[in-house]
Protein backbone atom coordinates (compact mmCIF):
# COMPACT_ATOMS: atom_id res chain seq x y z
CA UNK A 1 0.00 0.00 0.00
CA UNK A 2 1.86 3.22 -0.74
CA UNK A 3 0.07 6.13 0.74
CA UNK A 4 1.66 9.72 1.26
CA UNK A 5 0.28 12.73 3.47
CA UNK A 6 0.96 16.26 3.28
CA UNK A 7 -0.67 19.88 5.27
CA UNK A 8 -0.37 23.44 4.85
CA UNK A 9 -2.09 26.82 5.02
CA UNK A 10 -2.00 29.73 2.97
CA UNK A 11 -3.57 33.10 2.84
CA UNK A 12 -5.47 34.64 0.59
CA UNK A 13 -4.55 37.85 -1.04
CA UNK A 14 -6.45 40.75 -2.42
CA UNK A 15 -4.84 42.23 -6.13
CA UNK A 16 -4.25 46.04 -6.36
CA UNK A 17 -2.87 45.26 -9.78
CA UNK A 18 -5.40 43.33 -11.42
CA UNK A 19 -5.03 39.70 -13.25
CA UNK A 20 -7.96 39.69 -15.84
CA UNK A 21 -7.62 36.95 -18.76
CA UNK A 22 -5.41 34.24 -20.17
CA UNK A 23 -3.06 33.90 -22.94
CA UNK A 24 -3.00 30.03 -22.73
CA UNK A 25 -5.67 28.47 -20.42
CA UNK A 26 -3.92 25.14 -20.03
CA UNK A 27 -1.17 26.93 -18.17
CA UNK A 28 -2.70 29.67 -16.64
CA UNK A 29 -0.45 32.31 -18.78
CA UNK A 30 -2.09 35.65 -18.14
CA UNK A 31 -1.88 38.66 -20.14
CA UNK A 32 -0.66 40.94 -17.67
CA UNK A 33 1.91 40.20 -14.62
CA UNK A 34 -0.38 41.51 -11.19
CA UNK A 35 0.33 42.13 -7.68
CA UNK A 36 -1.49 41.38 -4.80
CA UNK A 37 -1.15 42.20 -1.00
CA UNK A 38 -1.26 38.77 1.69
CA UNK A 39 -4.18 39.14 4.02
CA UNK A 40 -3.92 37.89 7.29
CA UNK A 41 -7.28 37.23 8.27
CA UNK A 42 -8.09 34.74 6.24
CA UNK A 43 -6.69 31.50 4.64
CA UNK A 44 -6.92 27.71 4.34
CA UNK A 45 -5.38 24.53 5.84
CA UNK A 46 -5.46 21.59 4.26
CA UNK A 47 -4.32 18.12 4.48
CA UNK A 48 -3.84 16.03 1.36
CA UNK A 49 -3.55 12.18 1.61
CA UNK A 50 -2.93 9.96 -1.48
CA UNK A 51 -3.40 6.38 -1.28
CA UNK A 52 -3.38 3.44 -3.61
CA UNK A 53 -6.60 2.40 -2.20
CA UNK A 54 -8.69 5.68 -2.83
CA UNK A 55 -10.76 4.80 -6.40
CA UNK A 56 -11.67 8.53 -6.78
CA UNK A 57 -10.36 12.11 -6.01
CA UNK A 58 -12.54 13.74 -3.08
CA UNK A 59 -12.70 17.54 -1.74
CA UNK A 60 -13.97 18.21 1.68
CA UNK A 61 -14.74 21.76 2.61
CA UNK A 62 -14.91 22.79 6.35
CA UNK A 63 -16.26 18.92 6.91
CA UNK A 64 -18.51 18.93 3.78
CA UNK A 65 -17.84 16.32 1.13
CA UNK A 66 -18.16 18.17 -2.36
CA UNK A 67 -20.07 16.53 -4.98
CA UNK A 68 -17.86 15.30 -7.26
CA UNK A 69 -19.49 16.88 -10.36
CA UNK A 70 -18.07 20.24 -8.56
CA UNK A 71 -14.81 19.32 -8.29
CA UNK A 72 -13.39 19.27 -12.16
CA UNK A 73 -11.17 22.12 -11.28
CA UNK A 74 -9.05 20.45 -8.55
CA UNK A 75 -9.72 16.87 -10.48
CA UNK A 76 -7.69 18.87 -13.46
CA UNK A 77 -5.08 20.03 -11.28
CA UNK A 78 -4.70 16.42 -9.29
CA UNK A 79 -3.57 15.39 -13.32
CA UNK A 80 -1.32 18.41 -13.69
CA UNK A 81 0.71 16.86 -10.00
CA UNK A 82 0.27 12.95 -11.32
CA UNK A 83 1.90 13.48 -14.73
CA UNK A 84 4.89 15.56 -12.77
CA UNK A 85 5.15 12.84 -10.56
CA UNK A 86 4.53 10.05 -12.67
CA UNK A 87 1.98 8.32 -10.65
CA UNK A 88 -1.66 7.34 -10.76
CA UNK A 89 -2.62 8.17 -7.01
CA UNK A 90 -5.80 9.35 -5.72
CA UNK A 91 -5.93 11.62 -3.62
CA UNK A 92 -8.77 13.24 -0.74
CA UNK A 93 -8.10 16.77 0.38
CA UNK A 94 -9.47 18.15 3.31
CA UNK A 95 -9.60 21.64 3.73
CA UNK A 96 -11.10 24.11 6.20
CA UNK A 97 -11.54 27.77 5.15
CA UNK A 98 -10.63 30.44 8.00
CA UNK A 99 -12.66 33.50 7.78
CA UNK A 100 -13.53 35.32 10.55
CA UNK A 101 -17.08 35.56 9.86
CA UNK A 102 -19.10 33.26 7.58
CA UNK A 103 -17.99 36.27 4.79
CA UNK A 104 -18.06 34.06 1.79
CA UNK A 105 -14.53 34.68 1.06
CA UNK A 106 -13.20 31.57 0.71
CA UNK A 107 -10.85 31.98 -1.93
CA UNK A 108 -9.23 29.56 -4.76
CA UNK A 109 -6.14 31.85 -4.46
CA UNK A 110 -5.54 30.51 -0.73
CA UNK A 111 -7.01 26.91 -1.81
CA UNK A 112 -4.89 25.88 -4.41
CA UNK A 113 -1.85 27.39 -2.98
CA UNK A 114 -2.26 25.44 0.78
CA UNK A 115 -2.62 22.49 -1.61
CA UNK A 116 0.46 23.05 -3.07
CA UNK A 117 2.80 22.80 -0.41
CA UNK A 118 0.58 20.09 1.04
CA UNK A 119 1.43 18.34 -2.48
CA UNK A 120 5.18 19.09 -2.30
CA UNK A 121 4.78 17.31 1.60
CA UNK A 122 3.42 14.52 0.60
CA UNK A 123 6.00 14.00 -2.50
CA UNK A 124 8.78 15.57 -0.11
CA UNK A 125 9.80 17.77 -3.60
CA UNK A 126 12.49 20.18 -2.56
CA UNK A 127 11.40 23.32 -4.10
CA UNK A 128 11.47 26.86 -2.85
CA UNK A 129 8.39 29.15 -3.33
CA UNK A 130 8.86 30.19 -6.62
CA UNK A 131 8.83 27.21 -7.93
CA UNK A 132 5.67 26.03 -5.92
CA UNK A 133 4.22 29.42 -7.38
CA UNK A 134 4.39 28.03 -10.70
CA UNK A 135 2.63 25.09 -9.66
CA UNK A 136 -0.24 26.59 -7.76
CA UNK A 137 -0.36 28.84 -11.02
CA UNK A 138 -1.56 25.68 -12.89
CA UNK A 139 -4.85 25.66 -9.91
CA UNK A 140 -5.97 28.93 -10.17
CA UNK A 141 -4.27 32.05 -11.11
CA UNK A 142 -4.33 33.83 -8.14
CA UNK A 143 -3.07 30.87 -6.49
CA UNK A 144 0.36 31.84 -7.68
CA UNK A 145 1.18 35.01 -5.25
CA UNK A 146 -0.58 33.03 -2.12
CA UNK A 147 2.99 31.32 -1.76
CA UNK A 148 4.25 34.43 -0.25
CA UNK A 149 3.42 37.13 2.11
CA UNK A 150 3.80 40.97 1.86
CA UNK A 151 2.74 42.56 -1.59
CA UNK A 152 3.56 39.99 -3.97
CA UNK A 153 3.76 40.33 -8.23
CA UNK A 154 2.92 37.43 -10.22
CA UNK A 155 5.28 38.17 -13.65
CA UNK A 156 3.37 36.93 -16.12
CA UNK A 157 6.42 35.37 -17.91
CA UNK A 158 6.04 33.74 -21.23
CA UNK A 159 6.36 30.21 -20.11
CA UNK A 160 5.84 27.27 -17.59
CA UNK A 161 8.79 28.28 -16.51
CA UNK A 162 9.23 32.07 -16.25
CA UNK A 163 5.20 32.53 -14.92
CA UNK A 164 5.93 32.97 -11.25
CA UNK A 165 5.55 34.94 -8.17
CA UNK A 166 7.93 36.98 -6.38
CA UNK A 167 8.00 38.93 -2.99
CA UNK A 168 8.11 42.69 -3.62
CA UNK A 169 8.09 44.04 -0.08
CA UNK A 170 6.66 42.66 3.21
CA UNK A 171 4.39 45.50 3.57
CA UNK A 172 5.00 45.66 7.59
CA UNK A 173 4.44 49.54 7.31
CA UNK A 174 1.50 51.43 7.72
CA UNK A 175 -0.79 49.54 5.52
CA UNK A 176 -4.17 47.62 5.64
CA UNK A 177 -7.09 46.64 4.70
CA UNK A 178 -11.02 46.41 5.77
CA UNK A 179 -13.04 43.94 3.63
CA UNK A 180 -16.53 45.26 3.56
CA UNK A 181 -19.06 42.34 3.44
CA UNK A 182 -22.01 43.70 1.64
CA UNK A 183 -23.99 41.27 0.34
CA UNK A 184 -23.80 37.23 0.88
CA UNK A 185 -25.06 36.62 -2.45
CA UNK A 186 -22.84 33.79 -4.68
CA UNK A 187 -21.39 35.14 -8.12
CA UNK A 188 -22.97 33.99 -10.71
CA UNK A 189 -20.43 34.58 -13.37
CA UNK A 190 -16.84 33.10 -12.12
CA UNK A 191 -13.55 35.25 -12.71
CA UNK A 192 -12.54 32.51 -14.97
CA UNK A 193 -15.72 32.41 -17.12
CA UNK A 194 -15.80 36.37 -16.83
CA UNK A 195 -12.19 37.36 -17.41
CA UNK A 196 -12.13 34.86 -20.81
CA UNK A 197 -15.56 36.73 -22.01
CA UNK A 198 -14.18 40.28 -21.94
CA UNK A 199 -11.01 39.39 -23.56
CA UNK A 200 -12.79 37.42 -26.57
CA UNK A 201 -15.67 40.62 -26.90
CA UNK A 202 -14.69 43.91 -24.76
CA UNK A 203 -12.96 46.53 -27.10
CA UNK A 204 -11.73 47.96 -24.15
CA UNK A 205 -9.75 44.95 -23.72
CA UNK A 206 -6.09 46.18 -25.31
CA UNK A 207 -6.30 49.38 -23.47
CA UNK A 208 -6.79 47.18 -20.04
CA UNK A 209 -3.71 45.31 -20.97
CA UNK A 210 -1.24 48.06 -21.95
CA UNK A 211 -2.18 50.28 -18.96
CA UNK A 212 -2.11 47.51 -16.60
CA UNK A 213 1.87 47.25 -17.55
CA UNK A 214 1.89 51.15 -16.71
CA UNK A 215 0.61 50.75 -13.59
CA UNK A 216 2.26 47.81 -12.01
CA UNK A 217 5.80 49.54 -12.82
CA UNK A 218 4.17 52.79 -11.01
CA UNK A 219 2.70 50.93 -8.43
CA UNK A 220 6.38 48.56 -7.47
CA UNK A 221 7.73 52.19 -7.13
CA UNK A 222 5.60 52.89 -4.82
CA UNK A 223 5.49 50.27 -2.84
CA UNK A 224 9.35 50.80 -2.43
CA UNK A 225 8.73 54.69 -1.50
CA UNK A 226 6.00 53.64 0.88
CA UNK A 227 3.79 56.27 -0.73
CA UNK A 228 0.53 55.31 0.35
CA UNK A 229 -1.32 57.91 -1.43
CA UNK A 230 -0.22 56.32 -5.36
CA UNK A 231 -0.60 53.04 -3.97
CA UNK A 232 -3.94 53.82 -3.41
CA UNK A 233 -4.98 55.71 -6.22
CA UNK A 234 -3.22 52.56 -8.76
CA UNK A 235 -5.48 50.23 -6.53
CA UNK A 236 -8.36 51.74 -7.41
CA UNK A 237 -7.55 52.95 -11.16
CA UNK A 238 -6.52 49.08 -11.75
CA UNK A 239 -9.98 47.86 -10.37
CA UNK A 240 -11.96 50.22 -12.03
CA UNK A 241 -10.00 49.72 -15.26
CA UNK A 242 -10.94 46.20 -14.41
CA UNK A 243 -14.20 46.15 -14.26
CA UNK A 244 -14.82 48.39 -17.30
CA UNK A 245 -14.30 45.45 -19.23
CA UNK A 246 -17.07 43.92 -18.27
CA UNK A 247 -19.45 46.44 -18.38
CA UNK A 248 -18.00 46.69 -22.29
CA UNK A 249 -18.29 43.22 -22.88
CA UNK A 250 -20.77 41.93 -25.52
CA UNK A 251 -22.85 40.82 -23.84
CA UNK A 252 -22.17 43.12 -20.63
CA UNK A 253 -22.12 41.88 -16.82
CA UNK A 254 -20.82 43.42 -14.05
CA UNK A 255 -19.64 42.28 -10.40
CA UNK A 256 -22.11 45.46 -8.87
CA UNK A 257 -24.85 44.97 -6.76
CA UNK A 258 -26.61 48.13 -5.65
CA UNK A 259 -25.01 47.78 -2.20
CA UNK A 260 -21.50 48.00 -3.94
CA UNK A 261 -22.05 51.39 -5.75
CA UNK A 262 -23.64 52.31 -1.91
CA UNK A 263 -20.80 51.55 -0.19
CA UNK A 264 -18.73 53.04 -2.77
CA UNK A 265 -20.15 56.75 -2.12
CA UNK A 266 -19.66 56.25 1.64
CA UNK A 267 -15.72 55.54 1.28
CA UNK A 268 -15.81 58.59 -1.48
CA UNK A 269 -17.73 60.93 0.85
CA UNK A 270 -15.27 59.52 3.78
CA UNK A 271 -12.29 60.54 1.87
CA UNK A 272 -13.76 63.88 1.41
CA UNK A 273 -13.66 64.36 4.92
CA UNK A 274 -10.07 63.48 5.21
CA UNK A 275 -9.80 59.73 5.63
CA UNK A 276 -6.94 57.93 3.63
CA UNK A 277 -8.77 55.17 2.17
CA UNK A 278 -9.30 54.05 -1.41
CA UNK A 279 -11.56 50.57 -2.68
CA UNK A 280 -11.18 47.68 -4.49
CA UNK A 281 -13.28 44.68 -5.87
CA UNK A 282 -12.69 41.53 -7.54
CA UNK A 283 -15.91 39.38 -9.23
CA UNK A 284 -17.98 39.62 -6.67
CA UNK A 285 -19.94 42.61 -5.27
CA UNK A 286 -17.89 43.29 -1.63
CA UNK A 287 -15.77 45.96 -0.96
CA UNK A 288 -12.14 45.63 0.30
CA UNK A 289 -10.77 49.42 1.46
CA UNK A 290 -7.06 49.68 1.40
CA UNK A 291 -5.70 52.23 4.04
CA UNK A 292 -3.25 53.09 6.76
CA UNK A 293 -3.31 50.73 8.99
CA UNK A 294 -2.82 53.25 12.19
CA UNK A 295 -6.12 54.56 10.81
CA UNK A 296 -8.74 51.99 10.00
CA UNK A 297 -10.03 51.24 13.14
CA UNK A 298 -11.45 54.75 12.86
CA UNK A 299 -12.73 54.38 9.23
CA UNK A 300 -14.42 51.24 11.06
CA UNK A 301 -15.92 53.29 13.32
CA UNK A 302 -17.20 55.80 10.75
CA UNK A 303 -18.43 52.70 8.58
CA UNK A 304 -20.31 51.19 11.80
CA UNK A 305 -22.70 53.94 11.32
CA UNK A 306 -24.09 52.16 8.08
CA UNK A 307 -22.97 48.65 8.58
CA UNK A 308 -22.94 45.99 11.17
CA UNK A 309 -19.77 44.93 12.94
CA UNK A 310 -19.24 41.66 11.49
CA UNK A 311 -19.55 43.11 7.91
CA UNK A 312 -16.40 44.63 8.74
CA UNK A 313 -13.60 43.12 8.86
CA UNK A 314 -9.99 44.76 9.57
CA UNK A 315 -6.88 43.27 8.34
CA UNK A 316 -3.18 43.33 7.21
CA UNK A 317 -0.36 41.86 5.90
CA UNK A 318 -0.17 38.19 6.19
CA UNK A 319 2.86 35.56 5.75
CA UNK A 320 3.32 33.12 2.87
CA UNK A 321 2.40 29.52 2.64
CA UNK A 322 3.74 27.53 5.22
CA UNK A 323 3.86 23.27 5.80
CA UNK A 324 2.32 22.15 9.09
CA UNK A 325 3.30 19.16 11.01
CA UNK A 326 1.18 16.01 11.68
CA UNK A 327 0.97 17.00 15.03
CA UNK A 328 0.06 20.85 14.30
CA UNK A 329 -2.93 19.19 12.07
CA UNK A 330 -3.79 17.43 14.93
CA UNK A 331 -4.09 19.93 17.44
CA UNK A 332 -6.35 22.12 14.91
CA UNK A 333 -8.54 19.48 13.80
CA UNK A 334 -8.62 16.92 16.02
CA UNK A 335 -8.92 13.26 14.27
CA UNK A 336 -11.61 13.05 12.05
CA UNK A 337 -13.11 9.76 10.43
CA UNK A 338 -11.93 11.25 7.39
CA UNK A 339 -8.18 11.75 7.82
CA UNK A 340 -6.98 9.05 9.31
CA UNK A 341 -9.19 5.82 7.63
CA UNK A 342 -7.11 3.10 5.74
CA UNK A 343 -9.60 2.41 3.02
CA UNK A 344 -9.66 -1.17 2.49
C1 LIG B 1 -10.60 39.52 -10.20
O1 LIG B 1 -7.45 33.43 -10.08
O2 LIG B 1 -9.93 33.24 -9.63
O3 LIG B 1 -9.65 38.23 -8.44
O4 LIG B 1 -7.06 31.72 -12.86
O5 LIG B 1 -9.33 31.24 -13.72
O6 LIG B 1 -8.70 30.52 -11.41
P1 LIG B 1 -8.50 31.53 -12.52
O7 LIG B 1 -9.05 32.93 -11.96
P2 LIG B 1 -8.83 33.63 -10.55
O8 LIG B 1 -9.04 35.15 -10.98
C2 LIG B 1 -8.85 36.20 -10.10
C3 LIG B 1 -9.36 37.46 -10.71
C4 LIG B 1 -9.43 38.64 -9.77
C5 LIG B 1 -8.17 39.50 -9.86
C6 LIG B 1 -6.94 38.96 -9.20
O9 LIG B 1 -7.03 38.24 -8.19
O10 LIG B 1 -5.86 39.32 -9.67
Same mark, same amino acid.
Given at each position: MTRKIGYARAHTNIALIKYWGKKDHELFLPMNSSLSLTLDAFYTDTQVIFDSSFAEDTLTINGELQPSDEINGLVRFLNVIREKEQTDLKAHVISHNIVP %??????SSASAYAALTGAIAQAFNWQLDHQALSRIARRGS #??? %????? #??FVE??? #??DDETSQAIPI?????DIGMLVMILTRQKKDISSRVGMQHTVETSPFYTNWVETAAQDLKQMKAAIYRQDFQTVGELTEHSAMKMHATTFSANPPFFYFEPETIHAIRIIQALRKQGHHIYYTLDAGPNLKVLGKRSELESVRQALLEHYSSDQLILTQAGPGMRQLSADEWASLYPTREEDTSHDH
Open positions: %TAAGLA #GSA %TRSLF #GGWEM #GVDDAQW
